[in-house]
T-cell receptor, first 113, second 116 residues
Framework: AQSVTQLGSHVSVSEGALVLLRCNYSSSVPPYLFWYVQYPNQGLQLLLKYTSAATLVKGINGFEAEFKKSETSFHLTKPSAHMSDAAEYFCAVRTGNNRKLIWGLGTSLAVNP | DGGITQSPKYLFRKEGQNVTLSCEQNLNHDAMYWYRQDPGQGLRLIYYSQIVNDFQKGDIAEGYSVSREKKESFPLTVTSAQKNPTAFYLC???????????????FGPGTRLLVL
């Protein structure tokens, strides 16, 4: 069965520091992976997605993620955190021709001045 | 501007009352979805619809009902059978051309449902 694990429900970084949010998936077939961001009391916005074209995916707001099949991971990174990056981040996976997404539980990112 | 609108932003339900959450999209998307979000539990799929007049149960459909009479609209009714309805409800839509694996779901701003 497919699953997504986001390690760390809360991550805190200093402004200007590296952001690393972890996502591991379980799938027996090639996965399609997504990162979304949610600001307080708002809907989700797509940050980036992996659809097998390239293992390093660049997204909006300076974020990027690298698909590592050997590690079954799709970690989200940003070289320098900004105060406006404080939000909830969700990783999701889809396998096969199935419309349903499997969601991680989310990681809340806090950015300290 | 194209997008997804949800109304109301906040909704209050009394005991034994059915309430309906609105979701409208002008993106010309075929598929629409309803999710429930509770703190620390991520997103859970309630119902989804791939075409007009057709919909499927998600993982937590009990106590909810939907209709899809128009492509643009996918209202969700929270019935009195849903004993714990307090949550943030998110509507999403996606275009179905090109195969499901390439679809991106786009989300509305959400409706927060509270029980009086």
């Amino acid at each position: 069965a497919q699953s997504v694990t986001q390690l760390g429900s809360h991550v805190s970084v200093s402004e200007g520091a590296l952001v690393l949010l972890r996502c591991n998936y379980s799938s027996s077939v090639p996965p399609y992976l997504f990162w979304y961001v949610q600001y307080p009391n708002q809907g989700l916005q797509l940050l980036l997605k992996y659809t097998s074209a390239a293992t390093l995916v660049k997204g909006i707001n300076g974020f990027e993620a690298e698909f590592k099949k050997s590690e079954t991971s799709f970690h989200l990174t940003k070289p320098s955190a900004h105060m406006s990056d404080a939000a909830e981040y969700f990783c999701a996976v889809r396998t096969g021709n199935n419309r349903k997404l499997i969601w991680g539980l989310g990681t809340s990112l806090a950015v300290n001045p | 501007d194209g997008g997804i609108t949800q109304s109301p932003k906040y909704l209050f339900r009394k005991e034994g009352q059915n309430v309906t959450l609105s979701c409208e999209q002008n993106l010309n998307h075929d598929a629409m979805y309803w999710y429930r979000q509770d703190p620390g539990q991520g997103l859970r799929l309630i119902y989804y619809s791939q075409i007009v007049n057709d919909f499927q149960k998600g993982d937590i459909a009990e106590g909810y009902s939907v209709s899809r009479e128009k492509k643009e609209s996918f209202p969700l009714t929270v019935t009195s059978a849903q004993k714990n309805p307090t949550a943030f409800y998110l509507c999403a839509s996606s275009m179905t051309s090109g195969g499901a694996v390439f679809e991106t779901q786009y989300f509305g701003p959400g409706t927060r449902l509270l029980v009086l």
